[in-house]
């Protein structure tokens, strides 16, 4: 069974810098895609990033693009979220996200999943 543990999430200001990290036990996940999603209140769960298992490339939302970076160290069998120039509309809780069927942009489509990290920027 495999567990994913989220850390790091926390309030800063805009403009500001946090680091996600996300922790997989279970099993080895080298080979898997990771994501990060995030969810807002009353809003859907949204894409953030991925990183693929096979190539290691990454893709972001377009609102994160430039901003945002993830990365993965799998000795550690942990994949991280590096959050710089933080925007009031960041606020959300961030999800780590194991193991993709198909379309990554889909959380419907991830089987693994860990229980989300708080980010609140304040203006």
């Known amino acids: 069974q495999v567990q994913l543990v989220e850390s790091g999430g926390g309030l800063v200001q805009a403009g500001g810098s946090l680091r996600l990290s996300c922790a997989a036990s279970?099993?080895?996940?080298?080979?898997?895609?990771m994501a990060w999603f995030s969810q807002a209140p009353g809003k859907e769960r949204e894409f953030v990033a991925i990183?693929?298992?096979?190539?290691?490339?990454?893709d972001y939302a377009d609102s994160v693009k430039g901003r945002f970076t993830i990365s993965r160290d799998n000795a550690k069998n942990t994949v991280y979220l590096q959050m710089n120039g933080l925007k009031p509309e960041d606020t959300a809780v961030y999800y780590c996200?194991?193991?993709?069927?198909?379309?990554?942009?889909?959380?419907?489509?991830?089987?693994?999943w860990g229980q989300g990290t708080q980010v609140t920027v304040s203006s």
């Open positions: 279970g099993r080895t996940l080298s080979s898997d895609s």
């Open positions: 990183i693929r298992g096979s190539t290691g490339s990454t």
């Open positions: 996200a194991a193991s993709l069927y198909w379309r990554y942009w889909d959380p419907s489509e991830w089987r693994y």
